[in-house]
């Protein structure tokens, strides 16, 4: 009975992917362009080939047709100098259902909603959303019998699975760095993330508070996003698979810290799905250059990391904030980074890899608030559609 269930499911899926490839529906109205390198008012321009994402426009979003809403997670209270490791967000709020989310972009804030980061001390240092599909217990939110489900759902994973890291008990979806570089997956064609009645989030956050002062931190995330039933959302349908590619596999990212000049390798991954290479862009870790992203050993996507082009990413050691660098040297973090858009195609049985430069020696490793050397990490997420 339940090898059947599942040889069905395969099935389904296998249509379902098959179909997907033969009516890619292109974006064209989509009102898509990178920013210029000089023109969002960062202290210098970025290098030529740099495709810089527009920040989500919550007045006019970039979608036509489309909404904006930025949903706040936490509260999390942190003394000086701390981190919070990966602290779960259990049952996180979603910003809309029967919606496909098209874009979306974090930050991180304190009680009035001011921004926090490295110049004050505050590292949104990365977070991962996954999801918990809820698609058949249609149940109010709170009630216990939901909660209860959700964590069971949460703990065995039962009804979905990451697509690199099928071990995973969640299917990762979204993630950020501190960089708060916008993800966009209908840059050229009509795809989303779908978020059905019932659907929820969970989450890990990790942050640092490197300030003299106690904080109170909120996660912010903007999400753009088109309502199913809307005349804009025709065509839309939801991306077929998002691999991560990681230096630790399926483990938890960190890989110890290491000086000098070299390069940390992903696992590679062997794909299960055809499709366009939506979008993808390299999680790093201060002192990395740039994420190559490979298909079948030849390079098809560069994410470069610049440091320190915006004042809130710049901080002085032995002021508020960290320094990887000198006492009372100005430290730069990374606060730009690039990322590609439909560079190219993938079939069943490709490989995808990805390789992290780092240069210590250039931009030195950030330490963690006991003065040691923070681990660093190489990883991409690789949407496909
Ligand atoms: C640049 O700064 C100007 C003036 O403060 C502001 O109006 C504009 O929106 C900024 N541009 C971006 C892309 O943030
Ligand atoms: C310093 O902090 C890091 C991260 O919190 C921890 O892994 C490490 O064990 C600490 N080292 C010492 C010597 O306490």
């Excluded at 249609?138 to 909660?147: A, E, R």
């Excluded at 963690?368 to 681990?375: I, T």
Aim: proline share 7%; charged share 15%; net charge neutral.
């Amino acid at each position: 009975m339940k090898s059947s269930i599942l040889f069905l499911g395969l099935q389904l899926v296998a249509a379902g992917v098959l179909s997907r490839q033969m009516d890619v529906t292109p974006a064209s109205n989509v009102n898509y362009q990178s920013l210029a390198p000089d023109s969002d008012n960062g202290t210098f321009a970025l290098p030529p080939n740099f495709r810089n994402e527009p920040p989500i426009n919550t007045q006019s979003p970039l979608t036509p047709g489309a909404m904006v809403k930025t949903v706040k997670y936490g509260p999390w209270h942190m003394r000086p100098n701390t981190v919070l490791p990966n602290a779960p967000v259990l049952r996180a709020a979603v910003p809309c259902t029967d919606c496909y989310v098209v874009a979306y972009q974090a930050d991180l804030v304190d009680e009035n909603g001011v921004t926090q980061n490295v110049n004050n001390g505050g590292w949104l240092h990365h977070m991962v959303r996954c999801l918990v599909d809820f698609p058949s217990f249609h149940l109010p939110k709170d009630t216990k019998l939901n909660i209860f489900l959700q964590k069971v759902l949460f703990t065995t994973g039962i009804g979905q699975r990451d697509t690199s890291c099928p071990i995973l008990p969640t299917k990762r979806i979204f993630a950020s760095g501190n960089e708060r570089a916008v993800t966009r997956l209908n840059a050229n064609y009509k795809f989303g993330y779908k978020i059905n009645p019932g659907d929820s989030f969970s989450s890990v956050v990790e942050l640092m508070n490197m300030g003299k002062t106690a904080k109170t931190y909120y996660m912010t995330i903007s999400y753009e996003y088109l309502p199913i039933n809307s005349p804009s959302a025709s065509g839309y349908r939801e991306y077929a698979a998002m691999p991560w590619l990681d230096a630790t596999g399926c483990g938890g990212s960190d890989v110890p810290a290491r000086q000098g000049a070299y390069s940390v390798n992903a696992v590679p991954w062997i794909s299960t799905v055809e499709g366009n290479l939506l979008f993808a862009e390299g999680h790093v870790h201060d002192g990395a250059l740039d994420t190559t992203i490979y298909l079948n050993d030849k390079p098809v996507c560069i994410s470069q990391h610049v440091y320190g082009r915006k004042p809130e990413y710049v901080s002085v050691d032995g002021m508020d904030g960290m320094g990887g660098g000198m006492e009372g040297m100005p430290t730069t973090s990374i606060s730009d980074t690039s990322s590609c858009v439909n560079f190219g195609m993938v079939k069943r049985g490709d490989k995808l890899s990805a390789v992290c430069k780092y240069d210590t020696t250039q931009h030195p490793i950030e330490k963690n608030p006991n003065g040691s050397l923070m681990a660093i990490m190489c990883n991409t997420r690789v949407y496909i559609g």
